[in-house]
């Protein structure tokens, strides 16, 4: 199957500053990519659809300014979480779809983020 | 009324025992329908991937789909503790493009 890689894996902050997590399709291209966030015993919650070179459509309730979202190109997708707060402590999936006959969606190995 | 419902267990079962689990949802415009794997704090792994009603079977794993009844189920045969993780439904009403709906997951351990 299609191989999407997530990085960090695990990510520790301080209250107040920025983190980054990428996503890339590592042997496909995706003009669309998804951010998901996973609390405990809870399933994926959709955040926002990633677009490359046009804006990200974000769910009702995520915050955009909070939530940054960049598709600069088609294999990399970046969330930043912009003044990270302890309730932004979460575990952070992304996924992609080759498209095209094959429109199966594949995961990232996500990213947990734990902010003092 | 959530769109998908799943169990969320957890649910044990010894090793070698054939494993049933389910999901039912309301929305009749789904056609999709997926059932994932996830390891503890890792993300969710493809195991079945149908369109529209029927069975699908992929060794050890057999997926089925009935929506007249909008139900789904992933039967696992001969199970293992590797098999020991949370599995996730999902389904949607278009392609990987599309939205992709989930269930909260079922926790399955299977005791050697």
């Known amino acids: 199957g299609a191989v999407v890689s997530q990085h960090p894996s695990r990510v520790i902050c301080k209250s107040g500053t920025s983190v980054k997590i990428e996503c890339r399709s590592l042997?496909?291209?995706?003009?669309?990519m998804f951010w998901y966030r996973q609390f405990p015993k809870q399933s994926l919650m959709l955040m926002a659809t990633?677009?490359?070179?046009?804006?990200?459509?974000?769910e009702q309730g995520v915050e955009k300014d909070k939530f940054l979202i960049n598709h600069a190109s088609l294999t990399l997708s970046t969330l930043t979480v912009t003044s990270a707060h302890p309730e932004d402590s979460s575990f952070y999936i992304c996924?992609?779809?080759?498209?095209?006959?094959?429109?199966?969606?594949?995961f990232g190995s996500g990213t947990q983020l734990s902010v003092l | 009324q959530k769109e998908v419902e799943q169990d969320p267990g957890p649910l044990s079962v010894p090793e070698g025992a054939i494993v049933s689990l389910n999901c039912t949802y309301s929305?009749?415009?789904?056609?999709?329908f997926m059932w994932y794997r996830q390891y503890s704090r890792k993300g969710p792994e493809l195991l079945m991937y149908?369109?529209?009603?029927g069975n699908k079977e992929d060794g050890r794993f057999t997926a089925q789909v009935d929506k007249s009844s909008k139900y789904i189920s992933l039967f696992i045969r001969d199970s293992q503790p590797s098999d020991s993780a949370t599995y996730l439904c999902?389904?949607?009403?278009?392609?990987?493009?599309?939205?992709?709906?989930f269930g909260t997951g079922t926790k399955l351990q299977v005791i050697p």
């Open positions: 996924s992609a779809s080759p498209g095209g006959l094959d429109e199966k969606l594949f």
């Open positions: 042997d496909f291209q995706a003009t669309t």
């Open positions: 990633s677009n490359e070179g046009s804006k990200a459509t974000y």
């Open positions: 929305n009749s415009a789904f056609q999709y």
């Open positions: 149908t369109y529209s009603s």
């Open positions: 999902a389904m949607s009403k278009s392609g990987g493009y599309q939205k992709v709906t």
